[in-house]
């Protein structure tokens, strides 16, 4: 079950005629392309090895909240919010950086290069393992880390970090 289509579906029975409307506009005006990795200048010799956003998982409490607000109308910014910004969160990762894209109104990022992250370590929850889903937290040493939160197939993303820093060795 695709979880995008359901919540589209859930939007589209739920909000009135002028919801829908400036859901749609903020979505054509704000939203990412669909993938970010689109629109990344990539570095001479780079490759895309993964680009994967979180899962729904990372704003759950948010969602919960929303949900049951939603009884009384007022939660659905909240949803709307939740998948706002999950449509544009991604996580990069190339053979030579990680990189992280954010935003709802405007876009961030925040990148290392493979050469520079000192630990990776990974996590993830008991229902964060039923759903293959977990954490990647990426150090440099220095006081900024990225944590990768909520992403399918965690443990292959983490490996193919180590795998690009073997090959720069």
């Known amino acids: 079950v695709n979880i995008d289509i359901l919540i589209s579906e859930y939007f589209y029975f739920t909000c009135s005629l ?5 859901y749609l506009v903020s979505m054509c005006i704000y939203g990412m392309p669909s993938s970010a990795a689109e ?15 979180p899962a729904w998982s990372k704003w759950g409490g948010l969602i919960t909240i929303s949900l049951i607000a939603s009884l009384f109308l007022i939660g659905i ?7 706002l910004a999950r449509s544009n969160h991604r996580y990069i ?3 030579q950086r990680v990189v ?20 990776i370590q990974t996590g993830a929850t008991t229902f964060e393992q039923l759903l293959n889903q977990g ?8 006081l900024s880390d990225i944590v990768l ?11 193919s970090i180590r ?7």
């Open 100 to 119: 992280e894209a954010s935003g709802v109104l405007g876009t961030s990022t925040t990148e290392y290069r493979i050469s520079d992250i000192r630990q």
């Open 135 to 142: 954490n990647v937290q990426i150090s440099t040493g220095t």
């Open 39 to 53: 629109s990344m200048v990539l570095l001479e010799g780079e490759q895309i090895e993964h680009d994967v956003r």
């Open 18 to 22: 002028s919801h829908k409307f400036i």
């Open 163 to 169: 795998e690009a820093q073997k090959e720069l060795e």
């Open 93 to 95: 990762i190339t053979n």
């Open 149 to 159: 939160n909520g992403i399918p197939n965690y443990q292959e993303v983490s490996n």
């Open 77 to 83: 910014i909240g949803l709307v919010y939740v998948y």
